[in-house]
Structure formats: C-alpha cells, structure tokens
Nanobody, 115 residues
Framework: VQLQASGGGLVQAGGSLRLSCSISGVTFSIQSMSWHRQAPGKQREVVATFNRQGVADYEDSVKGRFTISGDDRRRATYLQMNNVKPEDTGLYFC??????????WGKGTQVTVSS
C-alpha cells in the first residue's frame, strides 16, 4: 500500500487549500484515515482523523476551519483547509490504519502560509 499526498503550496493567511491523498495497492479493512503535520523544529502532530464509521475528529486549533473526508471507495482522503493561518505552515502527511496492521504513511506535501 502506498499513499501519495498532494495539493500543498503557498497561500496567504485567510485563504484556502485542499490537500489530497491517493491510496494505491490492495487494502482490506481501513479503520481510519488521518492527516498530520510537522512544523519546523516541532514534532509531528495529528491534525484530523476520519474513522470507518464516518466520524471525524480535529486538533483544537483547526476545528471549524479544516474538514477531513474520504471518497466512497476509500481510495483517497482529503483535507479542506479554510481560513488558514501562518501557524498552519508545515509538512502535511496522510496516513491510513488497517485492521491488525501498522499505519502506512505517505510522503509529505508542504503548506506555507504567508501573513
């Protein structure tokens, strides 16, 4: 299984970005999909998760601004980022967790928010 994140870029504060993560390879039972970010000099943190029941959860600082979703066939996950702030800058990673398997990570996509 491989994940490929895309959609990052440079955006002004207050603007929007939509990150995409495509999933290739054979998957059996995806339990959750998630987005994480790592700001310069900081540890990676979870931004949003989306479980197989369709329940989403968000890190406090992005609640009301970011929305995570997945496609019907669970072959992709998305992160809609609205009203972005300079503190949202970082390398964004997608990840999936299958039943009884270790999480799989994709390579990151850089998001830079200018003030």
């Amino acid at each position: 299984v491989q994940l490929q994140a895309s959609g990052g870029g440079l955006v002004q504060a207050g603007g929007s970005l939509r990150l995409s993560c495509s999933i290739s390879g054979v998957t059996f039972s995806i339990q959750s999909m998630s987005w994480h970010r790592q700001a310069p000099g900081k540890q990676r943190e979870v931004v949003a998760t989306f479980n197989r029941q369709g329940v989403a959860d968000y890190e406090d600082s992005v609640k009301g601004r970011f929305t995570i979703s997945g496609d019907d066939r669970r072959r992709a996950t998305y992160l809609q980022m609205n009203n972005v702030k300079p503190e949202d800058t970082g390398l964004y990673f997608c990840s999936i967790k299958e039943y009884l398997r270790e999480p799989v990570w994709g390579k990151g996509t850089q998001v830079t928010v200018s003030s």
